[in-house]
């Protein structure tokens, strides 16, 4: 039996608030029975929606705020006037240990904002980064960072390294995973030279599972490495092209058995087949950006998610929370050999 | 009637070569019966394989070296040491005037490194740019950098961007192209130092068409604009990242017709249909990454490239130099405004 978990939750962030929040967690209790809410929000437009929702009901409390972080608010601007925002509440929560997790699907960068000031990072863990996992053609991967820090140096992608490795570990369930930074070729000389700084570092590491090298794009999708490392800006362009892409194939797809009777026929056939396919490429599947690094967990919900996706947002949240996620990363950063290596090179003398 | 055009063919650039370059110039010769080649490499091997090919046979010249560039060199030893190489003869052939164009399917670094030297830029352009179509939702577009340039300052993105537009109306036929700088947000405070700078000085600019200003990874699959701009860092990662995805997809689909028998006799129904989806989205068709800001047109097949796929770089090769595309580059570089901001607005009191 396992414990019972607190989740926070951010009631007014996202396109569909509050009600794909609630239709989420409504959701994700049926896949996670232990689960107990907080909704943070205005409670004239939360409380009606959940007492439709009787089950969620009995398992949830409404904290009320009036105040709400706009989508479009610049993050330096949300975490000064924006104290008492839905989004800030779930996440003190989460600091005050009242919840073992917060999600929220509103504005990004305030989210990791607030988050990093209120959470602060785990001690040698320069900066927090968000990852997700995503389907291969081997199974599933994580990829970090996918838009926090927008310029790395090589230690924040050796910090990276160890998150991704962690949450491989844990989330995914692989005992030794495979590691690699995504760069423009495989071979030693490519790249940023903050890329070959950090292979360079990660080879002389001591990190479970196996540091495989760079990886280029097209591994992503064939799953060459369990664990995906790049910088920031690099990995949001990575991520959107993919999701850009599977729409383009998506709507190509419609069109073709469109575009012949006999074609319409063979997709009437072939459509319990192809909504299974729907179902393994659904983003929504994959929906949950976690904020890793910090000394509680943050989940960043797609802000048009509908309810099945705010549901996998939390069940990501509700993994991390069951695995000491946070844990493993205070242990394996403090592994590292962080002296610098002419200090590490004197010392072998 | 279309003038007559002479390519020169790096016979011996590639997974496949000769027996590719030459079966792919045989095919471009059927949709181009006015070409004219002349292959570079060991006139032992490629004679044979010529005379099959009968129709081929009687537009062209083999010039015999027995130097190759060899596919994991260096750059900097190939520049050195590959004076006699196959490639680097293909591209004289073009500094010389004897060929329009030349086509390798070889080493990339090695082919950049040559055609930079040999050919030299347009002057305006610092560092030349690899760029390539690719199919969206409203058609095709052109994206460049894709990793000649790794790291990029803005007036490389303003010249990759002058390149791009040219690119758009000659290849794409497209007279009032949009153009967007590839980004991690669409909001003007967001990404890359460089990249605000760039489009501060891409706003005041006066090129053809319509800047957008800044795009997102799913814009380019969307086609948003008709041209995106980006580092080759970035460029390289979402070009492989959506070559990876759409084998992902490919895969998936396969899996999805093969599970069950309904699916199998819905999928032969669909077959028709689906050869033409696939015909859509095959890589093949996008092959050919061109070299631009040079004078003289070089175009790189991917290496692994079909003859179909070089007959497709060959293609591209010979719609750039009917369209005189260097000499709009050279008109369109020379009507930017390069003056510093500061001495710009002097200029106007």
Do not use: W
Request: proline content about 4%.
């Amino acid at each position: 039996l396992s414990a019972r978990l607190t989740i926070a939750l951010d009631a007014m962030g996202g396109d569909h608030a509050p009600s794909v929040v609630l239709r989420g967690a409504n959701r994700a209790l049926r896949s996670h029975p232990n689960l107990e809410f907080v909704f943070y929000g205005r409670e004239g437009v939360v409380r009606p929606e959940l007492d439709r929702l009787r089950r969620l009901k009995k398992v949830s409390r409404v904290v009320h705020t009036d105040d709400v972080v706009d989508s479009g608010e610049r993050a330096s601007v949300a975490l000064r006037s924006g104290r008492n925002s839905s989004m800030r509440l779930a996440i003190n929560a989460v600091k005050d240990g009242q919840a073992d997790a917060c999600v929220s699907a509103g504005n990004t960068g305030a989210l990791m904002a607030m988050a990093k000031f209120a959470l602060k990072t785990v001690p040698g863990i320069d900066r927090p980064a968000m990852a997700s996992f995503f389907p291969t053609l081997r199974g599933e991967s994580v990829m970090l960072d996918l838009g926090a820090n927008v310029n790395c140096d090589a230690d924040n992608l050796v910090e990276f390294t160890v998150m991704g490795n962690a949450f491989a570990r844990s989330v995914l369930g692989l005992e030794q995973p495979s590691y690699g930074l995504l760069n423009v070729g495989s071979e030693e000389q490519k790249g940023h030279e903050e890329l070959r700084e950090a292979a360079a570092l990660l080879r002389g590491a001591d990190l479970p599972g196996h540091f495989y090298g760079f990886v280029e794009g097209d591994d992503i999708a064939t799953g060459t490495t369990d664990v995906v490392v790049t910088d920031g800006f690099s990995g949001n362009i990575a991520l959107k092209t993919a999701e850009g892409t599977v729409k383009l194939y998506t709507e190509f797809l419609r069109r073709t058995f469109r575009s012949s009777p006999l074609a319409s026929i063979g997709y009437l056939l072939a459509k319990p087949a192809m909504r299974k396919l729907g179902k393994r490429v659904d983003p929504r599947r994959y929906n949950g950006a976690v904020l890793l690094g910090l000394n509680g967990i943050a989940v960043k919900s797609h802000g048009g998610s509908d309810a099945l996706g705010f549901a996998h947002a939390i069940s990501l949240a509700v993994d991390l929370a069951r695995h000491r996620f946070i844990d493993t990363i205070r242990a394996d950063i403090g592994k590292l050999d962080r002296r610098p290596p002419a200090t590490a090179q004197a010392a072998a003398v």
